[in-house]
């Protein structure tokens, strides 16, 4: 009866000990890390590109799928819901955003990125248009292409989406000049 207790009391002490190394190591750092991932979701410069190639389509009339994208890319806390436009093959995107709330250059910034990103994953889109509560963006694919230099569906590889267009979007000048470029307004 004595061994017994003993191995039920060693038992208590190591599932114990294990509970506290789970829960005060472990899990703190796998959500740290989550954490982290999230707010590098944020950021066209780290967010993570592979991640939405579950939501490539050949057709924008996919209200879900066109969601999800959306909801995968940098600004989606703001998001404020779709309009399409099928005749047009125009999506638009609501933000309950004031641009005097945001930095023009990251905003600038996450639109480029936000559509290029739409235009790739999404083959016959050709416009988005971005609503935000003080004006609206419209962004075309064939301008986007040009800026580009290649056709948009190549750039569903995420070494070439980096060099063909996250490096270009690093500096405020480039930034600049692709929004000019691609934004009819």
Known sequence: MRIRNIWIITLVVLGSIGLVIVEGFVNPKIEAKQARYEEEQQNPLTHD???????RSPYMGDNSNLSHLNQALPLRERLNGYQLYPETFTAQVNYSLDTREMDAEE???ILVYNAVANFVMIDNLEQVVYQLENTSYTLRRESTQQWTGTELKKLQNPELWNSTV????????QVKEVFSQIVDN
């Open 49 to 55: 590109f592979a991640a939405l190639a579950k939501y």
């Open 166 to 173: 996250r490096e270009k979007l690093v500096e405020s000048a």
């Open 107 to 109: 905003l600038e910034r």
